[in-house]
Every structure is written in C-alpha cells, then in structure tokens.
C-alpha cells in the first residue's frame, strides 16, 4: 500500500517527550471533577483550586497499554463495515454543518430535517461513504435534544455505521440507549458498536466538564470515542506546524489517560480536526494544504503509538461547487488516504465546515473513488 510520511522516527519521539512535557507543566486543565478524582487516584498531582492536572509519563504510558490496536464498527445487520486499526481507509460526510447549500439558487440557507435526510439517502446510496455522520444540525429543532434527533433520523434511514457526537453531558446515555435499541441492548452494543462518538477538548490544553464526562461515559459504556483535538496553528495553538501537534498530542494523551482510567480496555481513536489559522481574515482554511500537513503528521504519531486514527480533510473553504472545492477537497482526500488515517470525515463540507452540500458528496465521492484506487496499488 502506498503511503506519505511527513515525520521523522526522532522526530515523532520528540514530539511526545514535549507533550509529556506540557502535561507536567502547565499541566492540564480538566474541568470535570470526576475525571480529576480519576487522575488523582492514578498517581497525577491536583490542583483544585485551578482544576489543573498534572499528568506524569507514567501514568499516560499505563492508560495506553490498555488501548485496543484495533476495532469494528457494524452495520445494522451486525456485519463489521469499519475496521479501525492498521492502514484501512474509510470514510464518512463531514458533520455539525449549520447551513445547506441550495442547489437551485446557490444559497447557503439554515439546515433543516429534510435536509439531513437527503443527505443521509444521498451516502447511503453511494459506496464510497462506509459510514453515515450526524452531518447537519436540524435548526427547527430544539437544541436540548438537537444531538439525539439527528441521530434518530440517521438511524431511521441508513444501515451504515454513524459518527455522531453529543455536546452535553445529559444527551449521551440518552443516545447510547437508542443505539442499544437496535443492537439489542447495551451489552450487544459493546460488543458490536454501531456508532462512534466525537469527543472534543478545548484548545490549549483543556478538557472540559463535558468533554470530559463524555469520555467516561463512553468508556464505560464500552462504546468508541473519537478525539478530535482542534490545535489552531497561530490563534489557540502554536504557530508552527509542529507546535501545533505537539499540543494535539498533550490534548489526546490527557483524554487517553481519563478514558482508560474509567473503563480500561474501551475503544479510542487518536483524531483531530487541527486547522492553521487566517490571522487576516479570522478563518480556519481546512482547505489549506498545511491543514492537510497537520492531520498527516498527527496521524502517524497516533500510529506510532498503535492507535487508530480518525481526520477532517475532503472538505473544502469553497462557497460553493466549483473549482476550488474539487481541487481542494481531491487534494485533502488523497493525502488522507495515503496517510492511512483510518476514518477521513469531511466530505460533503464547504464554507470551513459551516455548510452541507448533497451534490458536493457525489463529487466528492469521486474524489475518494479515486484515492481508494491510489491505494490499491499495482500489482
């Protein structure tokens, strides 16, 4: 299988002796107090009073023996579809869109139901998607039970697998319980997942008390996480491209080390969604082909460690379906598969993410298509 390094062996080495580093000093904020307890309890220094952990090697290098290699995601018929692990790629539509694209008028107009259904036919028709995502947020709904109600309708009109996530502590039982539904029971669920969830620290250096929960509760549950860091090169992150995945890799490790910690064993993936930053016009192009640089390097210090990798490229900072979107979200597709991130979000994405588009996943779907075939190689 063909593949692109970007990182060195010294190199990845040194990226996570400074990630060690930043966990010991400044330390991690970690605002939940359950998962601070869970620290303590494994050895880490606690500052109560600031909600900083300090999280030393050993602790971090114990949570990760624990960690699978490798895992499945399954169908509703309960056959494995996604294979987390090793060198496979797969993909999935970018998610969390707020706006839709009219095809008609060349609008970007607020998501609604519809819209997320025909996004979810549009993948489920085309076989380059392996799984389904929760790719937009039905705005008629309310957002108290916004997370849960994309799930639900995803769950209604597809048989892939889902990347989905919760953004609240008290929506993700809720949602794991209708996951179990169709598994047959939160046991079954365990041991064939049919979904993985997106579980997001806050940049620099902080896990949230929701991020944080979330974690446990998933690893508990025995149901995937999926971190996705967001580093910002030059606002939220270091400006360099190392920099930036030097702080990706503290964000994870620290996420690694509560996650384990509440349910060892449970399944992670090492993701992200990093971005460098317009300093001139506030924007983050996940278009740029440093961004794409970012999620290729992350990705092979996450298999370095033997972790399953996740990443946010096949999208594109075009406003619309031309030239620009095809070329920047080909481009993004075809490194992602040659860095053989293990699940490639993103497709379908314009606007920085902000937008949806259905005609934009066939194009895309095209894109993918051919990098799939890049990696078949020639024999």
């Not at 601070?36 to 952990?53: C, K, M, S």
């Not at 064939?192 to 997106?198: G, N, Y």
């Amino acid at each position: 299988q063909p593949k692109i390094e970007l990182l060195t062996y010294d190199l990845i080495a040194r990226i996570l002796d400074e990630a060690f580093q930043l966990m010991m000093k400044p330390g991690i904020k970690v605002q939940s107090v359950e998962a601070r307890r869970l620290l303590a309890e494994a050895g880490a220094q606690i500052d109560e009073l600031n909600e900083i952990a300090y999280i030393p090697e050993k602790l971090v290098r114990q949570a990760l023996e624990t960690t699978p290699e490798q895992f499945y995601l399954y169908d509703r018929s309960g056959q494995p579809k996604v294979t987390y692990g090793g060198d496979a790629v797969h993909f999935d539509p970018g998610s969390s869109g707020v706006h839709i694209l009219d095809p008609e008028t060349l609008e970007h107009k607020p998501s609604y139901t519809a819209d997320l259904v025909r996004l979810v036919q549009v993948a489920e028709m085309l076989p380059e998607y392996d799984a389904q995502s929760t790719a937009v947020v039905c705005n008629e709904v309310p957002k108290a039970i916004g997370d849960i109600y994309r799930l639900y309708l995803v769950l209604l009109h597809s048989r892939k697998p889902i990347v989905t996530g919760a953004f609240s502590v008290q929506m993700l039982p809720a949602m794991i319980d209708m996951l179990a539904l169709f598994a047959g029971g939160r046991a079954e669920l365990a041991e064939k997942p049919q979904a993985i969830f997106d579980v997001c620290p806050s940049p620099p250096l902080i896990w949230s008390e929701f991020g944080a929960q979330n974690l446990i509760e998933l690893a508990r549950a025995q149901v995937p996480a999926e971190l996705v860091p967001m580093p910002l090169a030059g606002a939220a992150a270091p400006v360099t491209l190392l920099g930036a995945i030097v702080q990706h890799a503290a964000e994870s490790l620290s996420g690694i080390a509560i996650h384990q910690l509440a349910g060892p064993g449970a399944p992670i993936v090492w993701g992200g969604a990093p971005a460098i930053f317009d300093m001139r016009h506030g924007t983050t192009p996940m278009g740029a082909i440093e961004t794409a640089m970012l999620d290729a390097a992350y990705a092979q210090v996450g298999k370095a460690l033997r972790l399953p990798t996740h990443g946010y490229l096949g999208a594109s900072d075009a406003k619309i379906v031309d030239a620009q979107a095809g070329l920047e979200s080909g481009v993004s597709a075809m490194i992602a598969a040659l860095a053989g991130i293990n699940m490639v979000s993103g497709a379908g994405m314009l606007d920085f993410l902000a937008c949806q588009s259905a005609e934009k996943l066939v194009v895309d779907a095209e894109g993918i298509g051919m990098a799939q075939r890049m990696l078949a190689g020639i024999s």
